[in-house]
């Protein structure tokens, strides 16, 4: 069974269903907004050099 922040997470966002807005509160570093690129059958988000090794977490905003 998913725990609460990981349903929140996946609310409805698959294809074919409608998006609904959910608000996350999140501590951080830094925050970058990037548009995804094309590659091959999936996206990618280029990020800075110094993020190497770090954890991120991406969040879609539409």
């Known amino acids: 069974m998913a725990s609460k922040g990981q349903a929140a997470a996946s609310g409805g ?6 998006s609904r807005s ?6 951080g570093l ?8 094309a ?8 990020l800075p ?5 770090k954890r991120v977490k991406i969040v ?3």
Do not use: T
Not at 13 to 18: D, E, S
Not at 30 to 37: L, P
């Open 39 to 46: 590659s091959g059958k999936s996206g990618r988000v280029y």
């Open 22 to 27: 959910v608000k996350f509160e999140l501590y």
């Open 60 to 62: 879609r905003l539409d």
């Open 49 to 53: 050099m110094d993020w190497l090794g």
């Open 13 to 18: 966002q698959g294809r074919g269903h409608k």
């Open 30 to 37: 830094e925050i970058v907004e990037k548009q995804v690129a």
